[in-house]
């Protein structure tokens, strides 16, 4: 929970603060980006909410936060906020909220489905989510893109019973129990509308998972950039090896897809599946420059 007392001095004046505990996720400025604004490294209120909607946004952006950073002066009530948890995105897909800090913020997916729920990555399992994904249908599978981001993973295949699938590579003592292992680097089919694509670089055992031929869920290897207003790749958070993560991107020019889901940086979807890959050459040709 934040802590007046430990409000950053950056913060606008009013109600919504950020206190000196944020890890600079970019949680918060992805959700309402017209409130929370870039720091030296942290977030900080640019300008408090104007309007209901953008309140809304704000407490979801401190039912997001990984680290209970953001507090309201007036403990203002965010029960509404923990309700719009997973919120839509598009069709069956939502963002799961409540990131958790052992994954530094990631952003985790839901897929509802018929055939059984799929969960990208796992955020913190904090009971009004696991109970509203369990009022959902639960998970079936939970896709863990690669070894940072599998925070609360036990806890959701113990209440769930879904199978874990992760690549042999990025397992850990942590993951050791991950129920299906993947290998090598050709594409897996998880189900009739699921690939698992191998993509390392960001780590050894990266893997992104495509659904329908639309939703790429990207984990840490590709999001979009806002300031440099195209996709891109972290090269300064790279653990493995840069030129396999190119060599991983230029793989992904054999598969259709209009939407980029990635665990940090932005989301992005393109106009068509042939306007995505224009803007996936560009972020190869920017990599190589690199
Ligand atoms: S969501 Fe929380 S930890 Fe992340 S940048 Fe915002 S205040 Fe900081």
Redesign the pocket.
Known sequence: MANPARRLAENVPGDVY?DET????????RIEPSV?VEGKS??YVGRQPGNDAERLRSLM?LV????G??GTVSRADARPAIAAYPEAVAENVSFCGFTSPDSF?AWSWLVERPEGNVLVDSPRAANPLVNEIERRGGVSLLFLTHKDDVADHARFAKRFGCERVLHERDVTADTRAVERKLVGEEPVDLGPDLIAIPAPGHTRGHAVLLYREKFLFTGDHLAWSPRVNGLTAFRDACWFSWSEQIRSMERLLDFRFEWVLPGHGWRYQAPSAEAMRKELVKCIDWMKAR
């Open positions: 950020v944020c890890i600079d996720c970019d949680t918060c400025r929370f942290f977030s952006a997001a936060c990984p680290t950073s953001i913020g």
